[in-house]
């Protein structure tokens, strides 16, 4: 068996997630004849680049209280007990166990928990690549989309699939901050 490493066109060390230039959206089917769309605005992503993709790792959260879909009464609905129970389901996250790259196509296979349930995820990654910002580090882009079921979270138990899809997709649009290299983080 042979084995290689596949170097990233990244520095090493933690990148910062850049908020003002990423999002988290979602599409749900409504009643099977149309998507409902969705974001969430508060989030947090943690990416430690090491020297190849196999020493790479990813984590996020979102706090799904920050769910907006441009419907003030359907987001308070969203989170109520019948639905998401905020109280019991604060936040989604994902930990990366795998990075891996074969040629342009990129994948980040990981755990998503939401509550208490705990799931497999694969994340379909589009690298955007790397561009100076005036007066500032340079920045990475990213494109990665994946989907889960409700049901395999206890998501909106009580709403059949017929009224509201099993499927939720998730489209992430996130870009990095290159560390500084002559900060302690970049030597990690």
């Keep these: 068996m042979t084995t290689h490493t596949t170097t990233l066109?990244?520095?090493a060390g933690r990148w910062a997630v850049d908020p003002a230039h990423s999002a988290v959206n979602f599409t749900?089917?409504?009643l099977?004849?149309?998507k409902v769309r969705g974001r969430f605005t508060s989030f947090d992503v943690d990416v430690h680049v090491g020297d190849t993709v196999e020493t790479t790792s990813v984590a996020a959260t979102i706090q799904l209280a920050s769910i907006d879909t441009g419907n003030a009464d359907r987001d308070a609905h969203?989170?109520?007990?019948?639905?998401v129970d905020v109280n019991l389901r604060p936040t989604l996250a994902f930990r990366s166990t795998m990075v891996t790259a074969n040629g342009d196509d990129w994948r980040v296979d990981g755990e998503?928990?939401?509550?208490?349930?705990?799931?497999p995820v694969?994340?379909?990654v589009l690298f955007g690549g790397v561009e100076e910002f005036p007066g500032g580090p340079r920045h990475a882009g990213f494109e990665a989309t994946t989907q889960i079921r409700r049901q395999d979270f206890g998501l909106m138990p009580s709403i059949p699939a017929a009224a509201l899809g099993d499927v939720i997709k998730i489209e992430l649009d996130i870009q990095l901050l290159e560390p500084d290299a002559t900060s302690?983080?970049?030597?990690?």
């Design 184 to 188: 302690d983080v970049a030597a990690e």
């Design 32 to 34: 099977g004849v149309s």
């Design 122 to 124: 694969t994340l379909a």
């Design 9 to 11: 066109p990244l520095v």
């Design 28 to 30: 749900i089917r409504h």
């Design 78 to 83: 969203v989170l109520a007990s019948d639905m």
């Design 112 to 119: 998503l928990t939401v509550g208490e349930g705990t799931m």
